[in-house]
């Protein structure tokens, strides 16, 4: 005679990596209402369960302060129930309220849709990075020279760093790595931007001019220096032009004419 097997519930399975500790959740969503209280106990017209995937069942949730478990098919005795109230889209639980959180955090249906769990770790981290991030720019604007900054912040202000001193340059350096610390980095790191500030300052000067549908350079006295390529920023382009045989000449010579 075949023995047939009892259905094993699968909470053990789903609970294998529960880690004790207190928790964090936070609505979804960019408007959170001043307080928010979640289902937490069934009822015919609103259902409130999980599918057991072991049992091959649904099974009736209802979150009790006097009982271990969040299935009523587990409960015994008088139940009081318990209510959870998010208030200005947050809720903390402590690791003591073991049944609310495995609620909030595995069982209850809206969990994702209607909140999530904050990862209180990973947002150290992030937060590590964008303040190291942040340093980091900071103390590129000490390190650099003011030239260098200039070609920086031209890309944030256009041609008005041509008329800032060097006290205005640097003070709106530190704003702008504070604002924007990774975009900062990324300039800094561009080898051509103080070649683009370089082909800047020269048209500023009168050196050299850009034609007003911006696609030939030209010296003073109108002898053609380059034609811009269709796809290409007329800057950008000058800054590449001086990296060749021809344009390497012109760069030295602007360069010391600027300064």
């Given at each position: 005679m075949t023995t047939q097997t009892k259905p094993k519930s699968s909470v053990a399975e789903v609970e294998k990596n529960w880690v004790y500790k207190d928790r964090t959740y936070v609505l979804t969503g960019d408007n959170a209402p001043v307080s928010y209280t979640i289902q937490t106990k069934h009822n015919p017209r609103k259902p409130l369960m999980w599918f057991d995937e072991g049992l091959k069942r649904n099974r009736e949730i209802r979150l009790a302060s006097n009982q271990q478990s969040i299935f009523a098919d587990e409960q015994e005795g008088f139940v009081t129930l318990t209510h959870v109230m998010f208030q200005d889209g947050t809720l903390n639980v402590p690791r003591t309220e073991v049944a609310m959180q495995k609620l909030l955090s595995i069982y209850h249906p809206e969990k994702d849709k209607k909140w999530f769990e904050v990862d209180m770790a990973k947002k150290a981290a992030d937060e590590i990075d964008i303040l190291e991030f942040e340093l980091k720019a900071l103390n590129l604007v000490t390190e650099l020279d003011v030239e260098h900054l200039e070609a920086i912040m031209r890309t944030e202000l256009g041609g008005s760093v041509s008329s800032m001193t060097s006290k205005e340059l640097k003070r709106d350096a530190y704003a702008f790595a504070r604002k924007n610390p990774k975009l900062f980095i990324e300039l800094s790191q561009d080898e051509d931007i103080k070649l683009r500030?370089?082909?800047?300052?020269?048209?500023?000067?009168?050196?050299?001019?850009?034609?007003?549908?911006?696609?030939?350079?030209?010296?003073?006295?109108?002898?053609?220096?380059?034609?811009?390529?269709?796809?290409?920023h007329p800057y950008g382009a000058l800054a590449q032009y001086f990296k060749t045989d021809d344009g390497v000449d012109l760069m030295k010579s602007l360069t010391k004419k600027l300064n």
């Open positions: 500030n370089l082909a800047n300052r020269a048209v500023e000067q009168g050196i050299i001019a850009l034609t007003e549908d911006n696609t030939v350079f030209k010296f003073a006295n109108g002898k053609k220096i380059m034609t811009v390529p269709f796809d290409q």
